[in-house]
Nanobody
Framework: QVQLVESGGGLVQAGDSLRLSCAAS????????MAWFRQAPGKEREFVAG????????NYADSVKGRFTISRDTAKNTVYLQMNTLKPEDTAVYYC????????????????WGQGTQVTVSS
């Protein structure tokens, strides 16, 4: 069992940066593939970024490539999402997700989810 708690969201202006954190409980966190998803009002949840449990492989949605960076600190049981050059279209609730078996951009592949953190980008 893994519990995930996101933090770091807030209200920023276009062009600003934010760093989201996802703190995980559980002794086997280091073996979990992790990902960030987001959901804007009236839209489906979408993949943002993922990182393999080894930390050697990452993938990103085209909309955030070059602006967002996912990383993990196994010693701190934490995954981060560094978001730079934020745009109003990045406004959404951001969710952290974990999977012990799959490294995927498909939300259905993830077994554990956090409660989400709101990111609002004003123009």
């Amino acid at each position: 069992q893994v519990q995930l708690v996101e933090s770091g969201g807030g209200l920023v202006q276009a062009g600003d940066s934010l760093r989201l954190s996802c703190a995980a409980s559980g002794r086997t966190f280091s073996r979990y593939n992790m990902a960030w998803f987001r959901q804007a009002p009236g839209k489906e949840r979408e993949f943002v970024a993922g990182i393999h449990w080894t930390g050697t492989n990452t993938n990103y949605a085209d909309s955030v490539k070059g602006r967002f960076t996912i990383s993990r600190d196994t010693a701190k049981n934490t995954v981060y999402l560094q978001m730079n050059t934020l745009k109003p279209e990045d406004t959404a609730v951001y969710y952290c997700a974990a999977s012990p078996t799959r490294f995927s951009s498909n939300a259905g592949s993830y077994d554990y989810w956090g409660q989400g953190t709101q990111v609002t980008v004003s123009s």
